[in-house]
C-alpha cells in the first residue's frame, strides 16, 4: 500500500483520536507561536488540521500539507466550521514547493516517516531564506522500549503501520546538523508519562 493511501485510510479514525496529553500538547503550541509572529508557515504532515487551525491564528499566512487527500478532506471540513482566512490546506510534500515562499516550516510527527530524510531536510533547508526557521516534533521511537521496536516491523509486515523509521533524537540532531541547519537544544514536552517526542527548532546557516 502506497504511503498516501494508508494515511487516507486512516484519516477517519485519526480525526476521532484524543491528544493524550493535552497540557504537554498546548506546552508545544505555546513554545511555536512566538516563530510564527508575521511569518510565511509551511506545515508538513497536517493531518486533519487540528494544529493548523490553532496555531494559524499567529502567522501571516499558513499552509497545511499533506500526501494523504482523505486528511486534506477532513482538513479543509474543519476549515469551514471554522474559517481562518490566512489558512488553506493542499495535498502535497516538501518537494513541491520552491524557495521564496515560506520563512517557517513546521513539521510534527512526520520527520520519523520519510523514505528520505536527508533528502527531505536537504529541500527544506533549499527552500527556507536564511535564518529561515525548521520546527520539528517528533516520535523519537529508537529511543523506546524494546518492545515497541521489535513490534513495529511486525506491525509494517502486517499492513498495520507505516513506513517509518527509528529513529533518536540523536540521529535527528545529526541530519540536520549535515543538512545545513543549527539546532536549539532538544527539547521534551510531555507532562505524563515516558516523552519520546523530541521537540527540535533548526535554524538555516
Known amino acids: 500500500m502506497k504511503d498516501a493511501d494508508f494515511w487516507s485510510k486512516m484519516a477517519p479514525r485519526y480525526a476521532r483520536a484524543k491528544i493524550v ?4 500538547y498546548e506546552r ?3 513554545r511555536i507561536e512566538p516563530l510564527l509572529h508575521g511569518k510565511r508557515v509551511l506545515e508538513l ?6 494544529t493548523a487551525l490553532a496555531l494559524a491564528p499567529h502567522a501571516d499566512s499558513y499552509l ?16 469551514v466550521e471554522q474559517p481562518a482566512p490566512n489558512l488553506s490546506f493542499q495535498v502535497a510534500q516538501a518537494e513541491d514547493f520552491g ?13 520519523h516517516l520519510l523514505r528520505d530524510l536527508p533528502g527531505t531536510l536537504a529541500h527544506i533547508h533549499a527552500i527556507l ?14 529511543q ?10 511486525v506491525l509494517q509486515a502486517l499492513g498495520k503501520a507505516p513506513y517509518l523509521t527509528l529513529v533518536t533524537a540523536a540521529d535527528l540532531e545529526r541530519a540536520l546538523a549535515q543538512a545545513g541547519f543549527t539546532c536549539e537544544p532538544t527539547e521534551w514536552h510531555a507532562t505524563k508519562g515516558r516523552d519520546l517526542r523530541a521537540f527540535i527548532v533548526a535554524r538555516k546557516v
Do not use: H
Open 64 to 79: 497545511g500539507t499533506d500526501i494523504a487527500p482523505g486528511m486534506i478532506e477532513i482538513a479543509q471540513g474543519r476549515l
Open 21 to 24: 496529553d493535552v497540557a504537554g
Open 28 to 30: 508545544s503550541l505555546r
Open 45 to 50: 504532515g497536517c493531518g486533519t488540521g487540528l
Open 99 to 111: 524557495a521564496g515562499r515560506f520563512d517557517v516550516v513546521f513539521a510534527q510527527n512526520y520527520l
Open 144 to 153: 523506546a522500549p524494546f518492545y515497541i521496536r521489535w513490534l513495529v516491523p
Open 129 to 142: 531564506p536564511e535564518g529561515g526557521v525548521l520546527v520539528s516534533k517528533t516520535p523519537v521511537l529508537g
